[in-house]
Nanobody
Framework: QVQLVESGGGLVQAGGSLRLSCVAS????????MGWFRQAPGKEREFVAA????????YYPNSVKGRFTISRDNTKNTVLLQMNNLKPEDTAVYYC??????????????????WGQGTQVTVSS
């Protein structure tokens, strides 16, 4: 089964940008759809972005649409989340996840089989 490790989180001022990375190992990466979720203290885990096996189909909630971009490089077993125009409400632990239902982007937490450990993103005012 694939294992996932996120990196790239940190502290950024509102209006700034961060790029999160998720590197997969131990599985056939191109056979997984991938997603990003986030969880702030006291709140439930929230869908952020998803894409299918080759990245030609993506899906975003309105809260990040136009600001965040998910992409993947199957030659590097890597999924990226480019986050621009960050807002304080984006502050959360960000998790990447993999689903064996690889044909389409998936917005539901229950669709995913494997999760990374998370990386903290903090956006200051």
């Amino acid at each position: 089964q694939v294992q996932l490790v996120e990196s790239g989180g940190g502290l950024v001022q509102a209006g700034g940008s961060l790029r999160l990375s998720c590197v997969a190992s131990g599985g056939t990466f191109s056979k997984y759809a991938m997603g990003w979720f986030r969880q702030a203290p006291g709140k439930e885990r929230e869908f952020v972005a998803a894409l299918n096996w080759n990245g030609d189909s993506t899906y975003y909630p309105n809260s990040v649409k136009g600001r965040f971009t998910i992409s993947r490089d199957n030659t590097k077993n890597t999924v990226l989340l480019q986050m621009n125009n960050l807002k304080p409400e984006d502050t959360a632990v960000y998790y990447c996840a993999a689903s064996t239902n690889w044909g389409e982007p998936l917005p539901l937490e229950s669709d995913y089989d494997v999760w990374g450990q998370g990386t903290q993103v903090t956006v200051s005012s």
